[in-house]
T-cell receptor
Framework: AQSVTQLGSHVSVSEGALVLLRCNYS??????LFWYVQYPNQGLQLLLK??????LVKGINGFEAEFKKSETSFHLTKPSAHMSDAAEYFC????????????FGRGTSLIVHP | DAGVTQSPTHLIKTRGQQVTLRCSPK?????VSWYQQALGQGPQFIFQ???????QRGNFPDRFSGHQFPNYSSELNVNALLLGDSALYLC??????????????FGPGTRLTVL
């Protein structure tokens, strides 16, 4: 069964600092990978997705993620954090191990300090 | 253009009762998926509907059932509610004909509390 691991349930950064949210998946076949953001009392919004094209994927709001097959990772980064980035972030995988049921990680809460 | 809408926003039920949640997909979308998000957890896939049929199902018991109507809107029904069914229920729509790898648009969710 496919799985997703998000290291760190909480990540705290200062405004203007680099944001790094970690995601590792289990698969021997490159799957489809997604990052979503969830603001309080709202649904999920797609930030970006990897579909076997370029390994560096650029998304909305200045976020990007790099697919590294050798490390089975798809970490999310942003060069400079903004207060409005404070939210819950979820990594998801589809198509890993032959399963096309989306599997989400447990989420990472990003806290941005002024 | 209205996005994905869900009703009701909040719902309180007691154990053993039945509940129906509703979802209207984004305009132009034909596929609806339902997710359960327990507090502090990521969403878990319940099932997906396309062409009024259940196309994929996650690891949820038969107490969870659904329906899709000709206008693509959908209902999630949960019977014999348990305390553990308390969660945020999310609906997502896409225009992919049942393919899960394309972009899904999520609604704001229905918060179900089971007492």
């Amino acid at each position: 069964a496919q799985s997703v691991t998000q290291l760190g349930s909480h990540v705290s950064v200062s405004e203007g600092a680099l944001v790094l949210l970690r995601c590792n998946y289990s698969s021997s076949v490159p799957p489809y990978l997604f990052w979503y953001v969830q603001y309080p009392n709202q649904g999920l919004q797609l930030l970006l997705k990897y579909t076997s094209a370029a390994t560096l994927v650029k998304g909305i709001n200045g976020f990007e993620a790099e697919f590294k097959k050798s490390e089975t990772s798809f970490h999310l980064t942003k060069p400079s954090a903004h207060m409005s980035d404070a939210a819950e972030y979820f990594c998801a995988v589809v198509g890993s191990g032959g399963s096309y049921i989306p599997t989400f990680g447990r989420g990472t809460s990003l806290i941005v300090h002024p | 253009d209205a996005g994905v809408t869900q009703s009701p926003t909040h719902l309180i039920k007691t154990r053993g009762q039945q509940v129906t949640l509703r979802c209207s997909p984004k305009s132009g979308h034909d596929t609806v998926s339902w997710y359960q998000q327990a507090l502090g957890q990521g969403p878990q896939f319940i099932f997906q509907y396309y062409e009024e049929e259940e196309r994929q199902r996650g690891n949820f018991p038969d107490r969870f059932s659904g329906h899709q109507f000709p206008n693509y809107s959908s209902e999630l029904n949960v019977n014999a509610l348990l305390l553990g069914d308390s969660a945020l229920y999310l609906c997502a729509s896409s225009s992919t004909g049942g393919i899960s790898t394309d972009t899904q648009y999520f609604g704001p969710g229905t918060r179900l509390t089971v007492l």
